[in-house]
């Protein structure tokens, strides 16, 4: 596999599209507005970024294959990667594409630089919820830079009615299983990372998944699917926009018990719990997928008792009681053994949260009023935790903290909720009312 800092000797600045190097660099100044690279020549800018090389022992230098990826045109792409393809394609659910255009077209660069963006721009003006449009750009990124550009079938990115699949060549680095967790990120593609990630649209925390299956449960969309195809050496990752559970009125609660109690016998240790009048179970939603179901469950089951070692005796309780239950405890379980610390609730973070955060999250560089008044207004709503600020406003915590928590306190305009206790751990900031009041 040809590695994306190999430098292309014979291909110079003449095989670059430059409409393609001026959108990238109005976009870096954008981010970086007083970066020093913002005065270099053409040339001197694409060494520092990564799309052009030196070979020190020759005095030779010349395009590296990551510059050729984000700022050539398809023709002579291809001539490095015979099998470079980009595609997206769109259909109402018939066999007919009702949208598509491809690297061949010819009616643009066909780079990588411009496809994201062209994609970036359909997603937002067809996805009117901006998390969503996020998490669907998210996986777009992951895609474009793990990609194995040497392989075969092309990237495609496909979007039926109910779901998104997005397809590249090139087998995942790390286990599948650890994908949706925090994890160090292997790169296929470091330099395409270093290219994309100086414009604040990826980073190099292998956390980009973990924030989009996150974004899928705060929806209550069913969980991303991963696929491995060995024969074909390939990758496909589905986006379902179909909700895996319906929520239950209050009016149906009373009739709840007994559609347990027909489903089978198989939950009559769960009906002795539920009706149990210290345990006053408030069950939300169930699925007819019996997995669902059951995971459902458990999930509510967790909540009956703050203390962890008693929970967990009664989850051990119920699963030797049915074998039924086996598989949701030990995956609960398994869940359990990563640092809880620095995951955030996403029960705790609504849509309205989710779409007053927004701005932030589109836009890596503001203004520190903009982002001190979107920290207020989110803080209007109800206190936040630090990691929940970090995951909003998809900035570190560290930062979040020192350059404007931090301000906010010291001018008052937020209080802590352990004034006394600043490294509680449930430690949170609320909103100052007596400030407006001031």
């Given at each position: 596999m040809l590695q994306d800092n190999l430098i292309l000797e014979h291909y110079g600045l003449n095989e670059l599209n430059f409409d393609t190097i001026k959108s990238y660099r109005d976009r870096f100044a954008e981010v970086k507005p007083a970066h020093p690279w913002n005065a270099l020549e053409t040339k001197e800018f694409l060494y520092k970024v990564g799309a052009w090389g030196k070979v020190r022992d020759?005095?030779?230098?010349?395009?590296?294959?990551?510059?050729?990826?984000?700022?050539?045109?398809?023709?002579?792409?291809?001539?490095?990667?015979?099998?470079?393809?980009?595609?997206?394609?769109?259909?109402?659910?018939?066999?007919e594409w009702t949208e598509r255009f491809t690297s061949q077209d010819g009616t643009w660069s066909g780079n990588i630089f411009d496809f994201y963006f062209h994609i970036h721009e359909i997603v937002r003006n067809s996805e009117p919820q901006p998390s969503i449009a996020s998490s669907l750009t998210e996986v777009l990124i992951n895609m474009l830079i793990h990609a194995d550009y040497n392989g075969e079938g092309g990237v495609i990115l496909e979007k039926q009615p109910s779901h998104y699949v997005f397809s590249n060549p090139g087998l995942l680095l790390v286990p599948t299983d650890s994908v949706f967790s925090n994890t160090v990120s292997q790169l296929r593609n470091p330099n395409i990372v270093k290219l994309f990630s100086l414009l604040g649209l990826c980073e190099r925390s292998g956390s980009g998944l973990k924030k989009v299956k996150q974004n899928w449960s705060l929806h209550h969309y069913k969980t991303p699917a991963i696929d491995q195809d060995v024969s074909m050496h390939r990758t496909v990752v589905t986006l379902s926009l179909s909700t895996q559970e319906r929520q239950v009125s209050?009016?149906?609660?009373?009739?709840?018990?007994?559609?347990?109690?027909?489903?089978?016998?198989?939950?009559?240790?769960?009906?002795?719990?539920?009706?149990?009048?210290?345990?006053?179970?408030?069950?939300?939603?169930?699925?007819?997928?019996?997995?669902?179901?059951?995971?459902?469950?458990?999930?509510e089951l967790k909540s009956y008792n703050n203390n962890v070692n008693s929970l967990n005796k009664e989850d051990?309780?119920?699963?030797?009681?049915?074998?039924?239950?086996?598989?949701?405890?030990?995956?609960?379980?398994?869940?359990?053994?990563?640092?809880?610390?620095?995951?955030?609730?996403?029960?705790n973070i609504d849509t309205k949260l989710w779409g007053i955060a927004a701005l932030a999250?589109?836009?890596?560089?503001?203004?520190?009023?903009?982002?001190?008044?979107?920290?207020?207004?989110?803080?209007?709503?109800?206190?936040?935790?630090?990691?929940?600020?970090?995951?909003?406003?998809?900035?570190?915590?560290?930062?979040?903290?020192?350059?404007?928590?931090?301000?906010?306190?010291?001018?008052?305009?937020?209080?802590?909720?352990?004034?006394?206790?600043?490294?509680?751990?449930?430690?949170?900031?609320?909103?100052?009312?007596?400030?407006?009041?001031?």
């Open positions: 020759t005095h030779k230098e010349g395009v590296t294959l990551a510059g050729l990826l984000l700022f050539s045109e398809e023709r002579i792409i291809t001539e490095v990667l015979p099998q470079y393809f980009l595609e997206y394609r769109e259909s109402k659910g018939n066999e209050s009016s149906e609660k009373d009739t709840y018990n007994t559609s347990i109690t027909d489903s089978g016998n198989n939950f009559k240790d769960v009906e002795k719990y539920q009706n149990t009048p210290e345990n006053d179970v408030e069950i939300n939603s169930y699925n007819k997928n019996r997995y669902s179901y059951n995971k459902e469950l458990i999930e051990n309780y119920y699963n030797n009681e049915s074998n039924l239950y086996n598989n949701d405890v030990n995956s609960y379980n398994n869940e359990q053994e990563e640092d809880s610390s620095n995951l955030v609730n996403v029960e999250r589109e836009k890596k560089r503001l203004s520190p009023n903009q982002m001190e008044h979107i920290i207020l207004e989110l803080c209007k709503e109800k206190p936040l935790m630090l990691k929940e600020f970090a995951y909003l406003l998809e900035r570190t915590p560290d930062g979040v903290r020192n350059n404007y928590l931090t301000k906010l306190l010291r001018k008052g305009q937020l209080q802590l909720k352990y004034p006394n206790q600043p490294n509680h751990p449930k430690q949170a900031y609320l909103f100052n009312k007596k400030d407006i009041e001031k």
